[in-house]
């Protein structure tokens, strides 16, 4: 079981930036891919961004150039870098990890951290 605790959400300006982090509590170098996911206001959850542990970095288009995502192996924490934050990219943001053992693949969820982009 991998448990994973999102932090860095809150209410910031149009423009401005905000770091969100997840700690794992596991080595997140064991783990196949790292992600955030969001879910905005009356609609589906999305990915914005994943960091396989090879491979290249997946962005969702609206948050390409804008939001990076990072893998901080000695402190087992993912990171998602956001500026020029928009309203539309408020939502509850979701960190998510899998890890495959054999042929089953494990998911894993934090339980969200709110961002709400407004003047």
């Known amino acids: 079981q991998v448990r994973l605790v999102e932090s860095g959400g809150g209410l910031v300006q149009p423009g401005g930036s905000l770091r969100l982090s997840c700690a794992a509590s596991?080595?997140?170098?064991?783990?196949?891919?790292v992600g955030w996911y969001r879910q905005p206001p009356g609609k589906q959850r999305e990915l914005v961004a994943a960091?396989?542990?090879?491979?290249?970095?997946y962005y969702l288009d609206s948050a390409k150039g804008r939001f990076t995502i990072s893998r901080d192996t000695a402190k087992n924490t993912v990171y998602l870098q956001m500026n020029s934050l928009k309203p539309d990219d408020t939502a509850v943001y979701y960190c998510?990890?899998?890890?495959?053992?054999?042929?089953?693949?494990?998911?894993?969820w934090g339980h969200g951290t709110q961002v709400t982009v407004s003047s």
């Open positions: 596991t080595s997140i170098f064991s783990l196949n891919v």
């Open positions: 998510n990890a899998a890890t495959q053992l054999g042929t089953t693949t494990y998911t894993y």
């Open positions: 960091a396989p542990r090879t491979g290249s970095r």
